[in-house]
């Protein structure tokens, strides 16, 4: 899966479910679930974890979840949720 499928991938379930990834990303709260969501399923083979692995691949999206997670309130909330 290349990043233009991997960003249109809509989220099958949970908290984002009928969103697609590059909505999920849009703010940074979204942006560190798809990071914890792709380490939950680092042993899954399946299009959930194939489209999260190909999203987080892309250098731009890196330097989006570095800045997310160098801002303090969300790291300082992370684990309320």
């Known amino acids: 899966m290349n990043?233009?499928?991997a960003k249109n991938f809509v989220m099958p379930f949970g908290k984002y479910?009928?969103?697609k990834l590059d909505d999920i990303a849009a703010d940074g709260e979204g942006l560190l679930?798809?990071?914890w969501l792709s380490g939950e399923m680092?042993?899954?083979t399946g299009p959930v974890a194939t489209a999260l692995r190909?999203?987080?691949a892309d250098n731009s999206i890196q330097a989006d979840l570095r800045d997310?997670?160098?801002d303090s309130?969300?790291?300082?909330?992370?684990g309320d949720r």
């Open 42 to 44: 680092h042993k899954d």
């Open 54 to 56: 190909a999203y987080l």
């Open 73 to 78: 309130d969300i790291d300082a909330n992370w």
């Open 3 to 5: 990043f233009t499928q």
């Open 33 to 35: 679930y798809i990071d």
């Open 17 to 19: 479910k009928g969103l």
């Open 68 to 70: 997310a997670m160098d």
